[in-house]
């Protein structure tokens, strides 16, 4: 099988839920027996490299980038790269990568064609789209429902966190407030600076979004200028081996997201499911999320989290203050989630809902 995934995550790509899930799909299915997998994507390095798991990692070259976004590199390397594969599944279903494949498919022909959704925006052909794919492996029921696609042909796969690497440490002093993601103003990270109860110390770990006109490409200016004169810390992109450390240094996680963003914009669609949510609970760090989009298909409030309400700045500041203060909550709360992680939110127990959607159109 061959998973198509428009951006590399990394230091080559990007830094985002979008861009870790295919690879790390990818690696856990390519770790299960019996599985030949290769994930092509695209960069500046073009090339082929095998990993220890066993996946093949395929780098092309991109000609150009559709409306110099980077989810749309364009390049006819792609055609023979999935042509003789007898599946291929696709990331970001608007993106270049999964149109061409899509087009491929319907002209000259591959396996069967599966995608995976991960809030990439885009109109037009959508109806096109959806008639040539077989099957639409979704992260979260609430992701499957704003695709609109055929039920029939929909499967709930959701995501994952590596439970070994995402774990607590024994003797790891717990302390401060993380967030994990890009500063883009869906993200509500405005909303976080402002609840942040006096005192405390919060890491804002994470990159700028592809937000191209203003205010919106000012966003993380605004976060600095929120943070001014607060113990407050923006180390930019943590690396891989960084994340787990910094997840398990962390008294409480938080997730602000929002439905409208501080320059009144509604945001249609936000947060389909949340991989830094599921990475913090593996490592059972307590978690205060916002009641949107997947979310709560995750996070169980009072069992393995706090939600609340998007853009709710008050009730965000009793939520993280009530865990900064309250030690055996806090680790209730952790011990549960990392127990529903290693339950049903692990990649191994991703890959095997994605096998089982495969094996009804390979056999």
Same mark, same amino acid.
């Given at each position: 099988?061959?998973?198509?995934?428009?951006?590399?995550?990394?230091?080559?790509?990007?830094?985002?839920?979008?861009?870790?899930?295919?690879?790390?799909?990818?690696?856990?299915?390519?770790?299960?027996?019996?599985?030949?997998?290769?994930?092509?994507?695209?960069?500046? =390095?073009?090339?082929?490299?095998?990993?220890?798991?066993?996946?093949?990692?395929?780098?092309?070259?991109?000609? *150009?980038?559709?409306?110099?976004?980077?989810?749309?590199?364009?390049?006819?390397?792609?055609?023979?790269?999935?042509?003789?594969?007898?599946?291929?599944?696709?990331?970001?279903?608007?993106?270049?990568?999964?149109?061409?494949?899509?087009?491929?498919?319907?002209?000259?022909?591959?396996?069967?064609?599966?995608?995976?959704?991960?809030?990439?925006?885009?109109?037009?052909?959508?109806?096109?789209?959806?008639?040539?794919?077989?099957?639409?492996?979704?992260?979260?029921?609430?992701?499957?429902?704003?695709?609109?696609?055929?039920?029939?042909?929909?499967?709930?796969?959701?995501?994952?966190?590596?439970?070994?690497?995402?774990?607590?440490?024994?003797?790891?002093?717990?302390?401060?407030?993380?967030?994990?993601?890009?500063?883009?103003?869906?993200?509500?990270?405005?909303?976080?600076?402002?609840?942040?109860?006096?005192?405390?110390?919060?890491?804002? *770990?994470?990159?700028?979004?592809?937000?191209?006109?203003?205010?919106?490409?000012?966003?993380?200016?605004?976060?600095?200028?929120?943070?001014?004169?607060?113990?407050?810390?923006?180390?930019?992109?943590?690396?891989?081996?960084?994340?787990?450390?910094?997840?398990?240094?962390?008294?409480?996680?938080?997730?602000?997201?929002?439905?409208?963003?501080?320059?009144?914009?509604?945001?249609?669609?936000?947060?389909?499911?949340?991989?830094?949510?599921?990475?913090?609970?593996?490592?059972?760090?307590?978690?205060?999320? =916002?009641?949107?989009?997947?979310?709560?298909?995750?996070?169980?409030?009072?069992?393995?989290?706090?939600?609340?309400?998007?853009?709710?700045?008050? *009730?965000?500041?009793?939520?993280?203050?009530?865990?900064? =203060?309250?030690?055996?909550?806090?680790?209730?709360?952790?011990?549960?989630?990392?127990? *529903?992680?290693?339950?049903?939110?692990?990649?191994?127990?991703?890959?095997?809902?994605?096998?089982?959607?495969?094996?009804?159109?390979?056999?």
């Amino acid at each position: 099988m061959v998973h198509v995934a428009p951006t590399a995550f990394g230091v080559d790509g990007l830094f985002g839920g979008g861009e870790r899930y295919p690879v790390a799909l990818a690696r856990a299915l390519a770790r299960a027996p019996g599985v030949d997998c290769e994930l092509v994507t695209f960069g500046g =390095s073009p090339g082929v490299r095998c990993e220890p798991s066993g996946l093949q990692i395929r780098v092309l070259r991109p000609l *150009a980038h559709w409306r110099r976004h980077p989810a749309h590199p364009l390049s006819l390397a792609l055609v023979p790269a999935i042509r003789s594969a007898d599946l291929v599944h696709t990331h970001q279903l608007r993106s270049a990568p999964s149109r061409l494949a899509a087009l491929t498919s319907a002209t000259v022909g591959t396996g069967a064609l599966v995608t995976t959704d991960h809030g990439l925006g885009g109109s037009g052909s959508h109806g096109v789209l959806s008639r040539q794919f077989d099957r639409f492996l979704t992260v979260s029921r609430y992701s499957a429902a704003t695709l609109g696609a055929p039920p029939a042909k929909t499967r709930v796969v959701y995501g994952g966190a590596d439970p070994v690497q995402f774990r607590p440490g024994p003797t790891e002093d717990r302390t401060g407030v993380l967030f994990v993601g890009r500063l883009t103003p869906h993200k509500g990270v405005d909303r976080l600076l402002r609840a942040l109860p006096e005192g405390a110390e919060l890491t804002i *770990a994470g990159t700028g979004g592809h937000d191209r006109r203003r205010p919106e490409r000012d966003y993380p200016d605004l976060l600095r200028n929120l943070a001014a004169g607060r113990r407050v810390r923006f180390p930019g992109p943590v690396t891989d081996e960084a994340l787990p450390t910094l997840h398990r240094r962390t008294a409480v996680f938080v997730l602000p997201s929002v439905d409208r963003t501080c320059y009144g914009r509604r945001v249609a669609i936000s947060e389909l499911l949340g991989l830094s949510v599921l990475e913090a609970m593996a490592s059972a760090t307590p978690v205060v999320a =916002s009641r949107i989009g997947g979310v709560p298909e995750v996070v169980i409030d009072g069992e393995t989290g706090l939600l609340v309400e998007p853009g709710d700045v008050d *009730a965000l500041h009793d939520r993280i203050a009530t865990l900064l =203060s309250d030690r055996r909550l806090a680790r209730r709360l952790g011990d549960n989630a990392r127990a *529903a992680v290693a339950e049903r939110f692990t990649w191994e127990a991703c890959a095997r809902r994605c096998l089982a959607a495969y094996r009804e159109l390979v056999t």
